[in-house]
């Protein structure tokens, strides 16, 4: 298979005028429209009776996704006249079609994370300023508890209206500026409370195309989403980036590793996108072999570190390598990524293209290779802002646009970034900097240990101490001093975690990260 990106790809870049360009090249002319919708229109154009997605019950080709998104559309533009409306959906066939529907009206999309309590929740539906939400039956009764009007889309009788959609013509796309809010998404919260990101046609568009020509990636890889829509990572890599491939997607809503097993091997899945602890849990499948994965072209690991035994782990039983990425969702996620042929371990890849990075000190000044210090990133993915709060945007964003990312990297000389830890999380233990990342690596180097996570303490006589909390691995017996000695033998000894907490289960986001700001609440 030639796993080349080509022209037949929906590479749009807008130009100063307006129009689209593919690769320095102008394909067509499009009005100022919503660029998202124009390439599912473009598949439905060129391969209408392709399957885009499927999720074990709804399976749609292009054409049945295009006249469902017009049914969406439709819904929208009659139940609301608000500019923002809410999705609320798990990674189905109908998340695209509800996503596509709701730019068509030309209102912007506000994924909604159905795993929080319903307060929190509440508190996004109202900070956002919605009346109205798209959701399942499955998700009922959270969404009655919420502030706004709600239509539950598998009680509508969609079949009568997508037959319907026959015989009507096609209505055109809406006009919106490319720096127009296209999506509003809130950050998971794992250290302080969520805002509100906007990110804009001209982001998303572009990280898409960028990230296609970056990895390579051509219209005949088949995808498997196991990630949730409200997440960033899931939202461009996993629905939009498909959409723009004209590629087929297979979507998990539940995630279970051993469903991702049974679906990579019969739907002969190439490429897979997950964050680390899905990884794991994979891993710790028993009936699959390396013949189960044989299909995969590309595995991309993102949205937290990689631990070192899930990728030996994952390279020795399955034969084959995951190769890691970097992004937020302030950056629409994409900054980095590890291509299929172009790979270097314990690096997260090199820059997207149009994705400028540098690595800072503490004056700003950048820095040279194998230094540490801040990244920050300038380019077409960097969003608009943090919603209804101007301030905080301009805390990140500096006046030459550069997005303070709050991570510690660096970049070698071949310009592959590594990220080592995060600002904001940053230890000072006797009058040194400590990035808990460190210590966690080699807690995790353990072979007793899942995942590690480090915070600081106050300390009398240090300033603050590094606490660790690990999760043990199924069947593992490990001890607090056991974990302590191994340490010490790698790290220096203001780095030796001060207190060591083993335990089965730690405080999650729906991702899978491990939420910091509630450890304390743990000690």
């Not at 298979?1 to 080509?6: F, I």
């Not at 195309?209 to 990630?227: A, H, K």
């Not at 631990?307 to 890691?324: S, Y």
């Not at 310009?415 to 080592?420: A, N």
Request: hydrophobic fraction near 40%.
């Amino acid at each position: 298979m030639d796993h080349r990106a080509n022209a037949g790809v929906a590479d749009w870049l807008w130009s100063g005028d307006g129009h689209a360009v593919l690769f320095g090249g102008p394909i067509r002319a499009i009005s100022r429209g919503a660029m998202l919708v124009d390439a599912l229109l473009d598949a439905n154009r060129k391969v209408p009776n392709k399957l885009a997605v499927s999720d074990g019950r709804l399976a749609l080709n292009y054409r049945q996704l295009t006249r469902l998104a017009r049914v969406m559309r439709s819904l929208v533009a009659r139940e609301t006249a608000n500019q923002r409306v809410g999705i609320m959906l798990p990674c189905t066939a109908l998340f695209p079609a509800a996503l596509c529907g709701v730019l068509w009206s030309r209102k912007t999309a506000v994924p909604l994370n159905f795993l929080l309590g319903s307060g929190e929740l509440a508190d996004i539906v109202s900070d956002a300023g919605l009346d109205l939400v798209l959701t399942i039956n499955h998700f009922k009764e959270i969404a009655e508890k919420l502030p706004a009007r709600v239509v539950l889309i598998d009680e509508l009788p969609l079949k009568r209206k997508v037959f319907f959609r026959l015989f009507t013509p096609i209505p055109a796309v809406p006009l919106v500026d490319p720096g127009d809010t296209a999506v509003l998404l809130y950050t998971s919260g794992t250290t302080a409370a969520p805002k509100g990101v906007e990110l804009t046609y001209r982001n998303l568009q572009s990280n898409c195309v960028d990230s296609i020509e970056t990895l390579n990636i051509d219209p005949n890889q088949t995808f498997l989403n196991i990630l949730p829509p409200f997440h960033v990572f899931g939202l461009t890599a996993l629905v939009l980036v498909p959409l723009f491939l004209r590629a087929t997607v297979h979507a998990i809503p539940r995630f279970s590793p051993v469903s991702v097993v049974k679906a990579v091997e019969r739907q002969r899945i190439s490429i897979m996108m997950a964050i680390p602890s899905m990884y794991a849990a994979v891993l710790r499948t028993k009936s699959s072999t390396r013949d189960s994965f044989r299909s995969i072209y590309l595995a991309i690991s993102g949205g937290e570190p990689l631990p070192d035994t899930v990728r030996e782990g994952f390279e020795k039983r399955f034969g084959v390598t995951l190769r890691e990425g970097y992004g937020l969702t302030e950056t629409s996620p994409v900054i980095s990524a590890n291509s299929a042929e172009v790979y270097r371990q314990g690096s997260v890849g090199r820059p997207i293209r149009n994705a400028e990075v540098r690595i800072i000190d503490e004056a700003g000044n950048s820095l040279g290779p194998d230094r540490d210090g801040e990244i920050v990133v300038r380019g077409p993915c960097v969003m608009k802002g943090y919603y209804k709060s101007p301030e905080e945007t301009r805390k990140v964003i500096d006046q030459d646009g550069w997005f303070h990312t709050g991570d510690i990297g660096r970049l070698d000389a071949d310009g592959f970034l590594y990220i080592t830890g995060r600002l904001k999380e940053m230890l000072i233990i006797g009058g040194e900097n400590v990035f808990p990342r460190e210590i966690e690596a080699v807690l995790e180097d353990h072979e007793g240990v899942l995942q590690a996570a480090v915070i600081g303490i106050p300390d009398e006589s240090r300033g603050e101490a590094p606490i660790a909390f690990v999760l043990r691995r199924e069947g593992a017996s490990v001890t607090e001093l056991q974990l302590r000695n191994h340490a010490k033998q790698t790290l220096a000894g203001y780095k030796v975690p001060k207190q060591v907490h083993i335990r089965d289960d730690l405080p999650t986001s729906p991702t899978g990260k491990i939420l910091k700001r509630r450890l304390r609440e743990l000690l």
